[in-house]
Every structure is written in C-alpha cells, then in structure tokens.
C-alpha cells in the first residue's frame, strides 16, 4: 500500500505531488491501493487526478487491534536510499534487530532521552534522520515534527520559537542551518530555552567557528553534539555522549560499540593524521543487502574492497591522541595538492563566513593532460558582484586562514550549489560533470534539489575542455 501526501507547502510555495504519486504507483506492480492523504487542499473530489486512489478519509473508517508478529533478527525492515553524493543512490535494506539496537543506543545513551523529554530535529522524509526521530519513541520521550522551510523569510528563528513553546531538550539540526542563523544574525537566546540541553548536529563535518556561536547565542551549558554517520548503518560512527567533553571542531569520540579507526593506504591505524574512516568489527545495523544485487558484488565493492573484511566508508578522518575524531569530508571528494591532500570542509568554513558569499563548492578535478584543476564556485549573497577586488577576498582569507595551498586556481560565481534532498552538496557528482561523465552515469535528478543545475555544470566542464582541451573527444575526460 502507498501512502503519499497531495503536496506540501514550503516557504509560501504550494508543491503538487499528486502526479508524481501517481508514476510511483504505476510503476509498482504489487500495489493493492493508494492512500492519498489532503495535506494542502488538493485532494477534494473536484480537484484530485484521477487514477487508483482513496482518500485518507474515506479509508481510516475502521478500527482495527493491533497484532504483533513475531520476525527474526535480520527480518528486513526497510529500504532506504543513500543521499547520492557520490553517484547514483542505493538502495539499502536494514534488519528489524539491528535498527532497533542501534537506535535504542544513540537515542537512549548517546542523546540520553527518557521519558518526559521531548525531541525536535529538523528533517525530511527523504533522510535517514526521519526514521531516527521515529525511533525516539522507543525512549519514552515524545518527539515535536515541523513541517515547512527551517528559516522562512518572515521568521528565520521559528524553529527556536518552537522548542521554546514545546520545552524541547535535544534540538537537532545540520551545520548549513547554524552557520545561516549566525549570518542572518538570529539570537535564539531571547527565547525561553531553559529546557535544552543537547544541540545534536549531523549532515556534514561542523566547522570550530559554529562552536562559539552555539555558546554566545544559545547557551554557554548546552552540549554540541556534532555527530557522523550514514545512511548506510542508519545510524553514527561517532558522535558525541553525556560523558564526554566538547572539543571545537572535533566529534567527542567513536559511538558504543563502534570499532572505529583511522587507516593509512597500506591498511594500517594511524593517530593524528588523516586516513580513510574504517570500521574493524561489525555493527548491528549494517546492511543486510542492496536491493537488486542478487550476489552481494554491488554491497562488497561500495565498502569491503580497500580492505578486505574491513568496512570503508569513504571519508576522511584523524583520530586524535585525545579519543576524538575530526571529519575531513568525503575520501572520493578530497582534494589532492601537489601530494598534500586537503578537505573541502576546510575552505567552505572558511568561506562562507565572509558576508558577501551565500554558500561555496569547491572540487578537484584531475584532467587529460595529467593537471589537476581545482576551481572554487561560490553563490554571491543578494546584491554581490564577484569582482576581482572579492575574489583577491577570498583568497586572502583561504591563504590567512588555511594555508596558501587551499587557494583555488579560479573562483567562479554560479546561481546556485546542487545538493541531495537533505541538503549535502553534491561534490563528486559536479567534479564527475566537469570532468565530463554523462549525467545519467553520475546522479539521479530526483535526488537533487535544483535539477536544473545538472546541465548547468556539465556545459561549464564542456566549456573548459573546449577551451583548454580541444583535442580530447568529449565524455573521455
């Protein structure tokens, strides 16, 4: 059975999904009915297309006890698709057990709900997030759900407004959206949020200047909690516990249970320098399967192939002489100077900061000819021009902040920075565009939040090998 909303309302835009609803159901030929459930208005008899469905109303008119059955531990639970940041999504099935164990453990001990205390972690449907959020009722601790922009234009601070109305102890959130509350200069502290005491962050590395921020404008008590995991295992390699200290910059340790190291190419642990994120031993919530890989060969490439009977992850990590851990960002999409490898993370911290810069992508992209490229684009905030007076800006405050290494070799002004639908740029799909990758092989475009953008890079790449590499034939980068 198909259960899908009729559309939904964000930042004042009404988004009709009904037809999309509909394509879905077609191209599920087990499907017994569609529930469409009148979520904005569209579903009335006199509006609503037509096809297979009920309305939600007309179908919830029984009451029905609830009956448990019993399954096994590796009973599949769920399908959930990775973020494709990489290349096309996955699709991966999790077990009843090990699901239930893991979140009972990051919920239960990491987060530290019990009954009485209540949750609200931004999220959407499409991320492994939302099925964490589910899985606080397993706590006891009930969970408060928004549905519409996390800072609309008329009230940036609303999800502020809500945890202090609702009493919210843990607060859950990504690093995009507490840097855009430092540049819109919002205080939630003039909010009643006396209830917190865990601000959870998750989505991408969270860079040290967010820390002092949290402290100064939400509370100096409060545990940052900033938090690495995956779609894959549904839940974290490390994180952060009431047990452990605060480092800026820095994930307090690896999760329970977790056996977490940093690995040199030559597979051996390495403290205090970067190496590839690998897991030793197993963790209950690690795939049961790929959907549609009958031998296993698809789920064996994607982590078991660097190391073998080691899971890799693809990021880069350091473990540090004090337990800690420091996310540097994707392996696959880390950047290669001259032999000194670079994270991304590091110039868009850097970046984003300066007021006249809305958001930043750099990649690093190795070309025909043996060079390596490594262009920044960067989004102008409203009313900008990137002139050469911003882009010497920039990378004056790379060359200050960083190291000279971390200047791009050009600074490109773009309309907007491609990202999953839970909001992770798409750093390898865009380097695999320039370098002249079909768009098919790359990414899905219903997985990426402005579609559009797909064309717009690849001409960029096919732009620059027409200037720069006339010679090569086209897709052959």
């Not at 009973?75 to 090990?98: A, D, E, Q, R, Y």
């Not at 609200?120 to 969970?143: D, E, F, I, K, R």
């Not at 894959?232 to 910059?249: K, L, Q, R």
Request: charge should be negative.
């Amino acid at each position: 059975m198909l259960i899908a909303a009729d559309g939904y309302l964000f930042n004042g835009t009404t988004h009709d999904r009904r037809a999309a609803s509909l394509d879905l159901a077609g191209a599920l030929p087990t499907l017994k009915a569609t529930v469409l459930v009148d979520h904005v208005g569209l579903a009335r008899p006199e509006t609503r297309t037509a096809g297979p469905t009920v309305l939600w109303e007309d179908a919830a008119t029984r009451a029905e006890y609830l009956t448990i059955t019993p399954v096994p531990f590796d009973h599949p639970l769920w399908i959930v698709f990775s973020s494709g940041t990489t290349g096309l999504p996955k699709g991966i099935v999790h077990g009843h057990g090990g699901v239930l164990l893991e979140h009972l453990k990051i919920l239960g001990l990491h987060c530290d709900l019990g009954v009485g205390d209540r949750l609200l972690w931004y999220t959407t449907t499409h991320w492994m997030m939302w099925n964490l959020v589910v899985s606080t009722l397993l706590t006891g601790a009930a969970t408060c759900t928004y549905d519409g922009s996390p800072a609309p234009v008329a009230r940036p601070d609303i999800l502020w407004e809500l945890a202090a109305r609702h009493k919210v102890t843990v607060f859950g959130t990504s690093p995009p959206y507490l840097l855009a509350m430092a540049k819109l200069g919002v205080d939630p502290a003039v909010h009643d949020l006396s209830a917190l005491r865990v601000i959870g962050c998750t989505g991408s590395a969270l860079p040290a200047s967010a820390y002092p921020w949290v402290r100064d404008h939400v509370g100096a008590g409060i545990r940052l909690a900033s938090t690495s995991g995956g779609t894959d295992i549904v839940s974290a390699f490390a994180g952060s516990a009431p047990t452990t200290p605060v480092w800026a910059g820095e994930l307090s340790a690896p999760h329970l249970g977790v056996a977490l190291a940093a690995y040199d190419g030559a597979g051996r642990p390495v403290q205090d320098q970067v190496g590839e994120l690998v897991v030793t031993r197993p963790m209950p919530s690690m795939p049961l399967y790929f959907w549609n890989d009958p031998d296993g060969s698809r789920y064996r490439d994607a982590y078991f192939t660097a190391y073998p009977g080691v899971w890799r992850h693809g990021d880069w990590i350091t473990v540090t002489g004090h337990g800690s851990v420091i996310v540097h960002g994707r392996s696959d999409a880390t950047l290669n100077r001259n032999g000194v490898r670079l994270g991304s993370s590091d110039i868009h911290d850097i970046v984003e900061r300066l007021p006249e810069i809305t958001e930043a992508l750099v990649i690093g992209a190795e070309e025909p000819d043996g060079g390596y490229w490594m262009p920044l684009f960067v989004v102008p905030a409203p009313g900008v021009t990137l002139d050469d007076a911003l882009r010497e800006k920039i990378r004056a405050a790379l060359r200050t902040g960083a190291s000279p290494r971390h200047v791009p070799d050009e600074i490109v002004a773009v309309p907007a920075i491609p990202h999953t639908r839970t909001g992770k740029k798409l750093e390898v799909p865009v380097k695999r565009l320039l370098q002249g990758a079909p768009a098919e092989q790359v990414l899905n475009p219903s997985a990426v939040d402005h579609p559009d953008l797909i064309a717009y890079f690849a001409g960029l790449g096919a732009e620059r090998r027409r200037l720069h590499h006339p010679h090569t034939p086209q897709g052959l980068s």
